[in-house]
């Protein structure tokens, strides 16, 4: 099977999820942040993903365990990077998640088995490199963490877990797999809202079409990310979805009437080449010649 098609909607979607601090900012406006929209957004999600799992319930059957690290992982990934973008710095918040990477890469390595080689490794460093000059690290870059920062640092990590069950889950559905995370941010959305006494605001006509609007970009975002995941190695799949990265450092320059700046270009292109270093196809081992009297 051609990885052509695999990586393109893995880069689409993540390109899409790039993008995703514009609304996130925009209900935050609003009065409708964190926990409290990841509820609202979700529950409308969870709608359509309950009558799909029920349905696929005895071809996911068999892996039940892989379906429930991706719901919570999966759930918990995103409930805390909507809340930190909504919350926090775009790209504080950026920086500490896209630690995933190297998460996924080393996960693949010891709980997959699969090779890390040199150029894969070579393009993680690109891709890090990339990340730290399109932000332009510095010692206030670097300041203690603060709750938000926890929360994209938590994402990141959960993100690359949920990878690794998605890759692993291979009996299980794309739709199941692309759904059940939408389950697992609705509960725990829920969850957080209740224990943290965060009461959910009002909404009219105009708002709820508007949460209606976002949960259809997040699913198909998620729809797209989940069948990149499932035909890629961790590794490769972790460095492509750096594309959000790039989508939402750009526009966020862009939107915010701040021109682009040199480093932020070459930050870029560092991300783009590690991509394409990690999607190029490797070759096949040589055969081992045998001898005659062998």
């Known amino acids: ?91 504080r918040v950026m920086l500490l998640f896209y630690l995933a990477p190297v998460w996924a890469m080393l996960g693949g390595w010891l709980l997959l088995g699969e090779r890390l080689s040199l150029a894969r490794v070579f393009a993680l460093g690109l891709a890090l490199l990339g990340i730290a000059v399109t932000l332009g690290v510095s010692r206030e870059t670097l300041r203690p963490l603060q709750p938000n920062d926890w929360l994209a640092l938590s994402a990141g990590l959960a993100f690359s877990l949920n990878n690794l069950a998605t890759r692993a889950a291979d009996r299980v559905p794309l739709a199941s797999k692309a759904l059940v995370s939408f389950v697992g941010s609705a509960l725990l959305g829920a969850l957080f809202c209740l224990f943290g006494e965060q009461a959910l605001p009002a909404v009219d006509f105009t708002l709820a079409w508007q949460v209606g609007l976002l949960a259809l970009g997040w699913i198909l975002s998620m729809s797209a990310v989940q069948y990149g995941l499932t035909h890629l190695e961790a590794g490769r799949a972790a460095l492509l979805v750096v594309f959000e990265l790039i989508a939402a450092v750009l526009s966020a320059a862009w939107l915010g009437q701040q021109g682009i700046a040199t480093h932020e270009w070459f930050g870029a292109a560092l991300v783009t080449a590690a991509a394409l270093i990690a999607g190029w196809p490797e070759r096949p081992a040589l055969p081992v010649a045998r001898s005659p009297l062998t």
Do not use: D
């Open 1 to 91: 099977m051609s990885r052509l098609l695999p990586q393109a909607m893995l880069i689409g979607g993540a390109v899409m999820w790039g993008l995703g601090w514009l609304p996130l900012q925009y209900f935050a406006a609003r009065g409708l942040a964190g926990m409290p929209l990841v509820l609202l957004t979700y529950a409308l999600l969870s709608l359509l993903a309950l009558p799909v799992l029920w349905r696929q319930r005895r071809r996911w059957a068999t892996q039940p365990r892989q379906l429930l690290v991706i719901g919570l992982c999966g759930g918990w990934a995103t409930a805390a990077l909507i809340t930190a973008l909504g919350e926090g710095h775009v790209v």
